[in-house]
């Protein structure tokens, strides 16, 4: 999700594939209560001065509010239903004033569940918004989604993006991750259906 979140141009921290050994984890008490194992992990950059509070005097702050409307779009099209009421999946960097989206274990619904069966018939269920749509993050946020078109900025990143873009999201991914090769095409499949469609998830935000 983070290399798609980057070719909609959202605001999402840097982050890379980090390496840990044993020597690492072996010597970090947080890591061993996390129950981290050797290999390869998705990093991201700490935000040193942030606070996971999206309440409204705080939105206030933000200089970035015309990528609320992309964040809630962005959530549809991967189906992520832990960001409409899970507080620590948005993040606001004090220092720069600005939203960033973070954390995307849960996506596709089932979160670390998905598998080409689940997501095949996830699809054939039809296209909806996410569950608790009017959630408490989302009650904030969609006080900015407004004006003529609030989904514009996202919709011309989106309009530029090929089959070819989505793939490059799944390059270098760690052999010791286990993605099997039809699990990997079902996940394209999923995601290129759900943003070949984008439209219909602009008109049920409507």
């Given at each position: 999700?983070?290399?798609?979140?980057?070719?909609?141009?959202?605001?999402?921290p840097?982050?890379?594939?980090?390496?840990?050994?044993?020597?690492?984890?072996?010597?970090?008490?947080?890591?061993?209560?996390?129950?981290?194992?050797?290999?390869?992990?998705?990093?991201?950059?700490?935000?040193?001065?942030?606070?996971?509070?999206?309440?409204?005097?705080?939105?206030?702050l933000?200089?970035?509010?015309?990528?609320?409307?992309?964040?809630?779009?962005?959530?549809?099209?991967?189906?992520?239903?832990?960001?409409?009421?899970?507080?620590?999946?948005?993040?606001?960097?004090?220092?720069?004033?600005?939203?960033?989206?973070?954390?995307?274990?849960?996506?596709?619904?089932?979160?670390?569940?998905?598998?080409?069966?689940?997501?095949?018939?996830?699809?054939?269920?039809?296209?909806?918004?996410?569950?608790?749509?009017?959630?408490?993050?989302?009650?904030?946020?969609?006080?900015?989604?407004?004006?003529?078109?609030?989904?514009?900025?996202?919709?011309?990143?989106?309009?530029?993006?090929?089959?070819?873009?989505?793939?490059?999201?799944?390059?270098?991914?760690?052999?010791?991750?286990?993605?099997?090769?039809?699990?990997?095409?079902?996940?394209?499949?999923?995601l290129w259906?759900?943003?070949?469609?984008?439209?219909?998830?602009?008109?049920?935000?409507?």
């Open positions: 999700c983070y290399k798609l979140a980057k070719l909609m141009d959202l605001p999402i840097d982050a890379a594939l980090v390496h840990i050994n044993k020597e690492i984890i072996d010597s970090s008490p947080k890591l061993i209560e996390l129950g981290v194992r050797p290999g390869w992990h998705f990093g991201s950059r700490v935000i040193k001065k942030a606070t996971t509070s999206i309440q409204p005097p705080m939105l206030k933000i200089q970035n509010t015309e990528d609320i409307p992309s964040i809630i779009l962005f959530d549809q099209i991967i189906y992520n239903e832990d960001r409409t009421l899970n507080k620590g999946n948005l993040l606001l960097d004090l220092k720069e004033k600005k939203l960033l989206i973070i954390d995307h274990s849960h996506v596709f619904k089932i979160g670390a569940l998905w598998d080409k069966t689940q997501l095949e018939l996830i699809n054939q269920d039809g296209l909806c918004l996410v569950k608790d749509f009017h959630g408490h993050n989302y009650k904030v946020l969609l006080k900015y989604v407004n004006g003529f078109n609030p989904f514009n900025k996202i919709m011309q990143r989106i309009e530029t993006i090929s089959k070819v873009d989505l793939e490059w999201c799944f390059y270098e991914i760690p052999e010791d991750w286990n993605l099997s090769n039809d699990d990997r095409n079902a996940l394209m499949d999923f259906y759900r943003i070949s469609n984008v439209n219909t998830f602009l008109s049920l935000l409507k």
